[in-house]
């Protein structure tokens, strides 16, 4: 369980909306530095893994009455190229999970990583709140209560609000650790060299249409509105910059 003062929580997306108190973007700040200073000392993030546990076949959707209930929101909120990114933070993830031997229901992460950005999208965008992944936690809230046990509904909308966070480790949650993973693997390519034999499959699979010039234009419109949230203070200091230099050719 998170400590409920983490920012990107559930219980701290529910207290502030997403704003940044000054303390919270000071913690921000000192999470980016670590993350490059990370990133400096090993290019990768982590020593070269077995690619044999790579098995893209064993993450196919599961065909349950929750994942199409998910798709069918996804559907009708989502542009293509957009729902195409979802899935493939589903399989990015999943992948992540096969590699490093972190157990998660699959169910669960197709779910969040589906549900993860609908507060970019024009039908779920809030201006009640300050940041998109807040947003995106309250709509999978709402939409999943009655579809899932509360206990999945909770840890879906966790996952989904902390996965902005510049770091999520693999001891705040299996769910938590792979939505982040696959997201940041396909927004930065981050992580990308640990999935690499499998990227060629994953893009064919699900084109990224454009995806780098779309998602920025996408964050710039969110930054300008929402100026006291998560993404305007890690825009701030480069995070744009670093999707425009992800390792993909479109």
Not at 19 to 27: A, E, F, G, T, V
Not at 119 to 144: H, I, M, N, P, W
Not at 156 to 167: C, I
Request: contains cysteine; hydrophobic residues 45%.
């Amino acid at each position: 369980m998170l400590n409920s003062r983490r920012i990107g929580s559930l219980a701290w997306s529910r207290r502030h909306g997403g704003r940044l108190s000054l303390s919270d973007r000071w913690s921000i700040i000192a999470g980016v530095l670590r993350a490059r200073l990370v990133r400096r000392l090993r290019p990768d993030g982590r020593q070269p893994l077995p690619a044999e546990r790579l098995d893209l076949e064993a993450l196919r959707f599961p065909d349950s009455r929750l994942v199409k209930e998910a798709f069918a929101i996804g559907d009708e909120a989502y542009e293509p190229w957009l729902l195409n990114h979802c899935l493939r933070t589903y399989l990015w993830g999943g992948l992540v999970g096969q590699l490093e031997r972190v157990p998660v229901d699959l169910e669960a992460l197709l779910v969040a990583a589906i549900f993860h950005d609908l507060g970019l999208t024009k039908k779920y965008a809030s201006d009640d709140c300050e940041c998109f992944a807040v947003a995106g936690a309250r709509v999978a809230e709402q939409k999943l209560a009655g579809l899932a046990p509360p206990q999945l509904v909770n840890e879906v909308a966790e996952s989904v609000a902390l996965h902005l966070s510049a770091t999520v480790r693999p001891d705040e949650g299996g769910l938590n650790y792979l939505l982040h993973q696959g997201a940041l693997i396909d927004v930065v390519g981050r992580g990308l060299g640990k999935v690499q034999p499998l990227v060629p499959r994953v893009l064919e699979r699900h084109p990224r249409l454009a995806f780098k010039k779309r998602i920025i234009e996408t964050l710039s419109r969110e930054t300008a509105r929402h100026p006291h949230g998560r993404l305007a203070m890690v825009s701030r200091v480069g995070f744009l910059g670093l999707i425009e230099r992800a390792r993909f050719d479109e």
